[in-house]
């Protein structure tokens, strides 16, 4: 049996999780994609590994697949509207008609949830023969209030109530933590969403910590909750000010110490997790296979965190990637994770705000959270989805 880039990365760890970031409802048309365009002496190989890692039949019959879970958010969501136009549109108007009173954003918020039941009913059998360990789905608050707590909160328990394997997802903004504080008081099962630094991860830990404590007191059943916490890896280094500000300072930063600057981020909030045995798990998502400095085809941020027990999610293409490139990608080393991230690159990486708020544990105060570069880049791009999956609901709704 070939294995596949991810199940030999979930080997160096047996409580490595890789999830699909993307809707379940995609799966079977970028399989066919996927092997389509797969190599001669390879298809083969990737049709076995790709049936292994979803398959629907077998996830009726016996409850598994190769992934543990499934993520969400407002780009994918539209994504598998958009691969079918015809029967969202015969949705929309079934939501619309049962429910007249209802204007626009109101039948918009309808059609999600009911994407997410759809996706979260696809994987509840292996939500349940795990016993609630594996096949919770993500589910996105709007992002277009990424700093109301109310809308968030009464969105949040909107989602948690479309299935048990559901789990909510809350930006890293000040009141996001609130949010999370109060939906693990409630016994739900959260995700950590736009958060990059060091300090937000804090603050998360501490908002489930509290929340804990809360649930415990009163009594809320915990046996099937999870918590995990999201580094949203190349988009750190990408999305926010650390190039703008090195050219302003006539430094000359390299993607190798950008990708060396996100490791440090990580490995940071990781390792404190594990010394202080804070129940959050550590999810990174926003990977990239790409060139380094020398020219060699790498993914650091599976290999420079190899041996940990960290959740992967894999966006389609990102696995298409990691497929295409197995033999140049090499293989895993298990102690990846104790490796130190260059010494020299944060020398010089500490020398931009951006990175020492993002890597000092008291970099930002909570109120500075929604402020910082790639969170306001990636929170701009979700709501911009979620405006076009509106506007798409509104075509529908006015004819």
Not at 52 to 69: H, L, S
Request: aromatic share 8%; glycine share 8%.
């Amino acid at each position: 049996m070939s294995k596949n880039v991810l199940e030999k990365l979930a080997e160096t760890n047996p409580e490595c999780e890789i999830w699909w970031d993307s809707s379940p409802l995609i799966y079977p048309s970028w399989k066919a994609e996927t092997l389509a365009a797969a190599p001669a002496d390879k298809l083969a190989a990737w049709t076995e590994q790709l049936d292994r890692m979803y398959d629907q039949a077998t996830i009726d019959a016996k409850g598994t697949m190769g992934f543990r879970g499934v993520t969400t958010n407002p780009p994918l969501s539209l994504q598998a509207i958009q691969l079918d136009p015809a029967g969202w549109t015969r949705i929309i108007k079934d939501v619309a008609a049962a429910n007249p009173g209802l204007d626009v954003e109101g039948v918009y918020w309808k059609v999600y949830l009911h994407l997410v039941k759809l996706g979260a009913d696809a994987i509840l059998p292996v939500y349940k023969s795990s016993g609630g360990k594996y096949g919770m789905l993500s589910g996105q608050v709007d992002p277009r209030f990424v700093t109301d707590f109310d809308k968030m909160l009464t969105q949040g328990l909107s989602i948690a109530e479309m299935g048990a394997n559901v789990m909510v997802k809350i930006p890293g903004s000040k009141e996001g933590y609130e949010v999370i504080e109060e939906l693990t008081a409630r016994g739900i099962s959260t995700n950590n969403t736009t958060s990059f630094t060091v300090a937000q991860y804090m603050r998360c830990m501490a908002a489930v910590t509290a929340g804990l404590q809360r649930a415990k007191a009163a009594g809320v059943d915990l046996s099937r909750w999870r918590s995990v916490i999201t580094h949203m890896s190349s988009r750190l280094g990408e999305k926010g000010d650390w190039k703008n500000e090195a050219k302003v300072r006539g430094i000359d930063l390299s993607l190798d110490e950008i990708r060396d600057g996100e490791e440090a981020v990580l490995k940071r909030a990781y390792h404190w997790g594990k010394d202080n045995g804070h129940p959050s798990k550590m999810l990174q998502c926003s990977m990239r296979v790409e060139k380094d400095g020398s020219g060699k085809t790498v993914s650091r941020h599976i290999q420079d965190f190899a041996g940990g027990d960290f959740v992967y999610t894999c966006p389609p293409s990102y696995i298409a990637g990691l497929m295409a490139e197995e033999e140049a990608l090499g293989e895993f080393d298990p102690k990846a994770i104790d490796r130190a991230p260059n010494p020299a690159s944060v020398a010089k990486l500490m020398k931009l705000p951006s990175f020492r708020q993002a890597y000092e544990f008291e970099g930002m105060k909570p109120s500075e959270f929604a402020q910082f570069g790639s969170f306001q880049a990636t929170a701009t791009e979700f709501a911009a989805a979620t405006r076009q999956t509106v506007d798409f609901v509104r075509m529908v709704v006015e004819g």
